[in-house]
């Protein structure tokens, strides 16, 4: 046995609770990172297994051992990809084949149809370590409106709509993206209304959200670690809060804001005080923090030694606080109520 195929032992052992009979489920196998090789990481998205390859230089060997050891162990593995991080071509970047043919093209959680398209870009179109946050949108937000802005692929509000959201608007610049979002809706038999799905700027939709009077009982923030358009700028190591501010005027009083910063050198009581200092005029509170689970951090409670800055409290850099707001009492009466 070699290296690499005794710590995919261990990682597999770890989760045999996440496989599905039919083959349908999406969770990361092996989070090198935290498990004893964080050159690579390994996802499963149905019978497709993508490998995120972070190392600056080849590990060819220790790829091909780990091919070999999912063709042994998962027979039922179809396509296996890779994401070579620090290769040159954005095409290798985005995905190249090592075994198989055609990658899934959907999943399912908790009894939801995801439509992905893991080679559409860099990242997979579906997040895992959001996982527990589509769980507590199916369980919180029935009869509520939603606003999933930097929606991606728009998995959150998707979740939120077969909890029983009256309506959700999922906002990105990349139409391609929200695209994916309304196969996933079409997936799940929901009406694709063409006006719920905004391509846009994050700062001149939420701007014109507000010139129009609307408010939400609910607005994921999940946005990019850092972005530069000629309408605004984001940097979740020095100006998230600056974003939860740009939105708190579009919650109604008594919903919640799902803030997500996955800045990985920004440690867990910083950010946490950061969001404390938000809540001192006490028209913000945090309700609660949801973790990332388990399969993503390798194991419970999460080995985070080789982190490069101290998660805790939150379980992961991928730090995630529901916040409730309390709308001042002149503005509790609107135009939409």
């Given at each position: 046995?070699?290296?690499?195929?005794?710590?995919?032992?261990?990682?597999?052992?770890?989760?045999?609770?996440?496989?599905?009979?039919?083959?349908?489920?999406?969770?990361?196998?092996?989070?090198?990172?935290?498990?004893?090789?964080?050159?690579?990481?390994?996802?499963?998205?149905?019978?497709?297994?993508?490998?995120?390859?972070?190392?600056?230089?080849?590990?060819?060997?220790?790829?091909?051992?780990?091919?070999?050891?999912?063709?042994?162990?998962?027979?039922?593995?179809?396509?296996?990809?890779?994401?070579?991080?620090?290769?040159?071509?954005?095409?290798?970047?985005?995905?190249?084949?090592?075994?198989?043919?055609?990658?899934?093209?959907?999943?399912?959680?908790?009894?939801?149809?995801?439509?992905?398209?893991?080679?559409?870009?860099?990242?997979?179109?579906?997040?895992?370590?959001?996982?527990?946050?589509?769980?507590?949108?199916?369980?919180?937000?029935?009869?509520?409106?939603?606003?999933?802005?930097?929606?991606?692929?728009?998995?959150?509000?998707?979740?939120?709509?077969?909890?029983?959201?009256?309506?959700?608007?999922?906002?990105?610049?990349?139409?391609?993206?929200?695209?994916?979002?309304?196969?996933?809706?079409?997936?799940?038999?929901?009406?694709?209304?063409s006006r719920d799905f905004l391509s846009?700027?994050?700062?001149?939709?939420?701007?014109?959200?507000?010139?129009?009077?609307?408010?939400?009982?609910?607005?994921?923030?999940?946005?990019?670690?850092?972005?530069?358009?000629?309408?605004?700028?984001?940097?979740?190591?020095?100006?998230?809060?600056?974003?939860?501010?740009?939105?708190?005027?579009?919650?109604?009083?008594?919903?919640?804001?799902?803030?997500?910063?996955?800045?990985?050198?920004?440690?867990?009581?910083?950010?946490?005080?950061?969001?404390?200092?938000?809540?001192?005029?006490?028209?913000?509170?945090?309700?609660?923090?949801?973790?990332?689970?388990?399969?993503?951090?390798g194991s419970t409670p999460p080995q985070?030694?080789?982190?490069?800055?101290?998660?805790?409290?939150?379980?992961?850099?991928?730090?995630?606080?529901?916040?409730?707001?309390?709308?001042?009492?002149?503005?509790?009466?609107?135009?939409?109520?």
């Open positions: 046995m070699s290296f690499i195929t005794n710590l995919l032992d261990t990682a597999l052992a770890r989760r045999q609770h996440f496989f599905d009979e039919e083959h349908y489920a999406a969770f990361r196998l092996f989070n090198g990172f935290y498990e004893g090789f964080p050159q690579l990481s390994i996802d499963i998205y149905a019978r497709t297994a993508l490998f995120h390859n972070y190392a600056e230089t080849p590990i060819d060997d220790e790829l091909n051992s780990a091919v070999q050891w999912l063709n042994a162990q998962l027979p039922w593995i179809q396509c296996i990809v890779c994401k070579a991080r620090s290769a040159k071509s954005s095409a290798e970047k985005r995905a190249t084949l090592l075994y198989g043919s055609v990658p899934d093209q959907k999943i399912r959680e908790a009894g939801v149809w995801y439509s992905i398209d893991i080679t559409m870009n860099r990242d997979a179109s579906f997040y895992l370590d959001t996982r527990n946050v589509r769980a507590w949108a199916k369980t919180n937000l029935r009869g509520k409106t939603v606003l999933n802005t930097f929606a991606y692929t728009g998995s959150l509000g998707v979740a939120a709509f077969a909890g029983g959201a009256a309506r959700v608007i999922q906002l990105d610049r990349n139409q391609n993206f929200l695209n994916l979002a309304k196969d996933s809706y079409a997936l799940n038999g929901f009406s694709v209304k846009t700027d994050f700062f001149p939709g939420v701007s014109q959200l507000k010139k129009s009077g609307q408010l939400f009982d609910c607005i994921f923030l999940d946005p990019p670690f850092f972005a530069s358009t000629a309408s605004g700028r984001v940097d979740l190591e020095t100006g998230s809060t600056k974003l939860i501010n740009k939105i708190r005027p579009l919650v109604r009083h008594g919903g919640w804001i799902i803030a997500i910063n996955n800045a990985l050198f920004i440690n867990g009581k910083d950010y946490l005080a950061s969001l404390q200092a938000l809540c001192a005029d006490e028209y913000l509170s945090i309700e609660q923090l949801i973790p990332v689970p388990d399969d993503f951090t985070l030694k080789n982190s490069p800055t101290d998660p805790a409290p939150f379980n992961h850099s991928t730090k995630i606080a529901v916040l409730r707001v309390k709308r001042k009492s002149k503005y509790l009466l609107t135009a939409d109520g």
